[in-house]
């Protein structure tokens, strides 16, 4: 079965930083392209990054271009999201998305809440 | 970045009915391999999305023929044949053509 599954997402204050971590089986991971898309509460779905099968190329929305970091270990089949500087406007379900045309599988989700 | 627009925003819909969403994009999402990269997904309440239609019109597996895709270049329609209760939820168009991907702003389906 190919599966995505996200994990890390917490309760952080703002300014603090948290990585997430995305880990794909079922499918050959390091042949894809794959993304991080948000959902705030009761809204819709962002992009947020994004990185090439090889990590050569990586993509970020202009929101968190300069504090998210995003790589890939294609040895562990394995997709991190390095968020610094976290503000309340971060808080959202981040769900990991596999391939960059279709975005056919998506993971169940985590959530990160920037609070004080 | 281009934008997606859906319409309607809200879609209460009789069972059995039909239903019909309309998304448009700010540039023509054909690609240079000669695909058009818009897909649709159906996002119920408390669950992840889900991908219904790939490539404007390709249904994907386990998806009932109730739904159906349809377009080209910049206009594209999702329609449901007949809705049923399990249909309710929040459906998206999203492109894959151009950087960054974006989304429409979704749909939010209901019942009557």
């Known amino acids: 079965e190919v599966q995505l599954v996200e994990s890390g997402g917490g309760l952080v204050q703002p300014g603090e930083s948290l990585r997430l971590s995305c880990s794909g089986s079922g499918f050959s991971f390091s042949s894809y392209t794959i993304h991080w898309v948000r959902q705030a509460p009761g809204k819709g779905l962002e992009f947020v990054s994004a990185i090439k099968s090889d990590g050569g190329a990586t993509y970020y929305a202009d929101s968190v271009e300069g504090r998210f970091t995003i790589s890939r270990d294609n040895s562990k089949n394995t997709l991190y999201l390095q968020m610094t500087s976290l503000r309340p406007e971060d808080t959202a379900v981040y769900y990991c998305v596999k391939d960059s045309f279709l975005m056919d599988v998506w993971g169940q989700g985590t959530t990160v809440t920037v609070s004080s | 970045d281009v934008v997606m627009t859906q319409s309607p925003l809200s879609l209460p819909v009789t069972l059995g009915q039909p239903a019909s969403i309309s998304c448009r994009s700010s540039?023509?999402?054909?690609?240079?391999?000669?695909?058009?990269?818009l897909n649709w997904f159906q996002q119920r309440p408390g669950q992840s999305p889900r991908r219904l239609i790939y490539?404007?019109?390709s249904r994907d597996s386990g998806v009932p023929d109730r739904f159906s895709g349809s377009g080209s270049g910049t206009d594209f329609t999702l329609k449901i044949s007949r809705v049923e209760a399990e249909d309710v939820g929040v459906y998206y168009c999203m492109q894959g053509t151009h950087w960054p991907r974006t989304f429409g702003q979704g749909t939010k389906v209901e019942i009557k």
């Open positions: 540039q023509s999402l054909v690609y240079s391999d000669g695909n058009t990269y």
């Open positions: 490539k404007v019109s």
